[in-house]
């Protein structure tokens, strides 16, 4: 007998019907004879719908409050589905993130897992139950209702699967699995049967979708095998784990996108000690996740300095940027939301100075300029124009031989 | 500074216009100095939503799962309330059922408040803010959400203001006030300015909607005066409470009526001792809540006996009640659906024979039969055909003057 953790998101849970499907996959784990945990997302738009009830009533409204009111979606979404399994003769049980033993920090919107206290849990697996937790949410010490943020019900399941010690985690979702590129961009895309976390990492943290990198870090770090497969068919989906084997290692696994990139340049910045604290601690500060930085080689002590935020971030970076650009005597501060940015990713990569030249060079060949590079030891990621990204992604795709299945 | 309690019903907070008008009467209360605390309803029809979306799923659904699906219809209304009083710059927090300390036993569905563990409450008054509790709702000693039943939010109100002392518990809903009858049916009925505990709780069981008896009894045993009064103007409403002036006693206050009533007559019954017992035993182990029961003379130790119940639970009266009624030797059972009660109501009607007597023939003043009585210390009630209850309500206010101001 296995523990195994389950996860299925928002599109996976969105009508009766959907739950009702969701609860015959959950009752199949069972009759294996598996003890079964599993996380569930609020149905379909409900997160968005109270969001948007609430940006009615209030234009900014309090972090505890939005909270504790989005996280309704989840607690109707498992209840349902712990009637769906009782209607088909299970015994289930549906938690709240708090009555899981989800205890977090107390940043509201995106609050961080402090420890998993699964005594509940465990007591409810003894008694036979399949054990329901609504995702995305937990409890701070002051006993008052967070929400994990983006990625927060996939978080959940790593997490109780972790705390449990399960012998996987799976993530059901809408899409088949990991792929070498998005299959909507890419027609030829191969899904994978296997990853690493840190290729998946790396993935994720350059635009796929598939999975919240938080959660895959949360998988390497309790080393728990993260299955991401289809709610809706049985096809085998992607292994996420730790033992990847040598032979697929030393090659570009995977090519992400992704077009929420907008760049800032601070241009004609004096190059002294202290300037890119001066520029960069006060976007910390308000928030604000700065990705790719480069500063140019300083021509008479005056260097440009670049880095890329999300889109929707953009405004606000540039209300903080403007003056704190004055005030360190940079000529002006220019902005452009119309980039993306395309990356491979493979483990071994920095072993292997082919891999970026023969990326520049794929990327020359189809006359695309590169606007910023920046690497990791897994990864290659170049900053081009919005326009260009799907020809990139497709060329990259045929250079590294991707469209051949493993 | 008074400490006062407020509840606002779910046609109140319907959508996000009325959840600011709202907030707007708790603001008005709070700038007269006032420690505001809020008990609020799901918007709407919600809850009648979420109990539809459950039976779709499972036509059994499990209490202790119910009740935590449909308690997210008043942490919806609660957090948006606090929303919208911190959009017009107060300070608000809402509080779950759980988290405002109102501990219940574990009768899932209809449970009841054991005790209120106000600290938290107090706690947040203390810092100022203004308290929006999730009516309806409660938490049992295992930690599971609990709901209250019939009448839960005016409970959850009610509960508050005695655990806290409340100067008055305002329960503010969608009718002006208590009046002398339904005024749908007697357009000149009159508001009453105030009224007795024993008074409304006779008026609530017989029918009038206006306040649910549990919470009218919760108001008496901590002498909480109870106004209600229309969210919707600023009419005084009437004042439920235990120093009704002596002025206003010995005379009839109000008419109610129900067209909710079924009779079930056993026919020919052995007149021996236990038989009531074996009768009524087999229905309350059913939690069939039986209304008036009367009991023939017996002639030849063969007698009749009538009990009235709510339409809704005839048939499984009647299921349980056959086979009883094979079994004590009874001659048969029949039951009627289409009948109606009116109730007069007022402290002191036992001294005052006249108001019996009035009663009866008003009623048969107007050709109306009736089939069965039943009376209490302030109370006598008439079982009646349900087309002549709007006569019989018209006639009686008439006749007791009741369309007379105070």
């Not at 990198?213 to 049985?234: C, K, M, Q, W």
């Not at 300095?305 to 405004?315: E, I, M, W």
């Not at 939301?337 to 030249?357: C, D, E, R, W």
Request: with cysteine; glycine share 8%.
């Amino acid at each position: 007998m296995a523990l195994i953790v389950q996860k299925y998101g928002g599109s996976s849970v969105a009508d009766a019907d959907k739950i009702r499907n969701v609860a015959r996959r959950i009752a199949v784990t069972k009759d294996k004879g598996n003890q079964v945990v599993v996380a569930v997302s609020a149905m379909g738009d409900t997160t968005d719908e109270l969001i948007s009830l609430a940006y009615q009533i209030n234009e900014h409204p309090d972090g505890r409050e939005l909270d504790a009111l989005v996280s309704t979606g989840e607690l109707v979404s498992s209840t349902l589905l712990a009637m769906a399994l009782e209607a088909m003769g299970y015994d289930a049980i549906s938690l709240s993130g708090g009555q899981a033993g989800i205890r977090t920090d107390s940043t509201y919107r995106r609050a961080l897992i402090l420890k998993v206290e699964s005594k509940r849990v465990v007591k409810e697996l003894e008694k036979g139950n399949i054990v329901i937790v609504a995702g995305f949410q937990g409890i701070s010490e002051g006993e008052d209702i967070t929400t994990l943020g983006r990625g927060g019900s996939d978080t959940t399941a790593v997490a109780l699967a972790g705390s449990l010690e399960a012998e996987v985690c799976q993530i059901y979702t809408d899409v088949e699995g990991v792929y070498t590129a998005d299959p909507r961009l890419v027609p030829e895309a191969q899904r994978l049967d296997e990853i690493g976390y840190d290729e998946m990492l790396e993935l994720a943290v350059q635009g796929a979708k598939v999975m919240h990198p938080r959660a895959v870090e949360l998988g390497e770090l309790y080393n728990i095998p993260i299955l991401v497969a289809s709610s809706f068919t049985d096809n085998p989906g992607t292994l996420i784990h730790g033992g990847v084997s040598m032979e697929v290692r030393n090659k570009v696994r995977g090519i992400a996108h992704d077009l929420d990139v907008a760049k800032v340049t601070v241009v004609g910045v004096p190059d002294r000690p202290g300037i890119a604290a001066a520029i960069f601690e006060p976007l910390a500060a308000a928030s604000i996740s700065v990705d790719t930085i480069v500063q140019n080689a300083s021509i008479d002590n005056i260097t440009d300095l670049t880095f890329t935020v999300a889109r929707g971030q953009l405004d606000e970076v540039m209300k903080v940027i403007q003056p704190i650009s004055q005030e360190i005597g940079a000529r002006e501060c220019v902005s452009d939301a119309t980039l993306g940015k395309v990356s491979i990713v493979g483990t071994g990569m920095q072993n292997m100075p082919g891999f970026a030249a023969r990326m520049f060079s794929t990327l020359s060949e189809k006359g695309i300029n590169i606007q910023l590079i920046s690497t990791s030891e897994i990864r290659i990621t170049c900053i081009i124009d919005e326009v260009r990204v799907k020809d990139a992604v497709r060329a990259l795709h045929r250079a590294f031989e991707l469209d051949v299945a493993d």
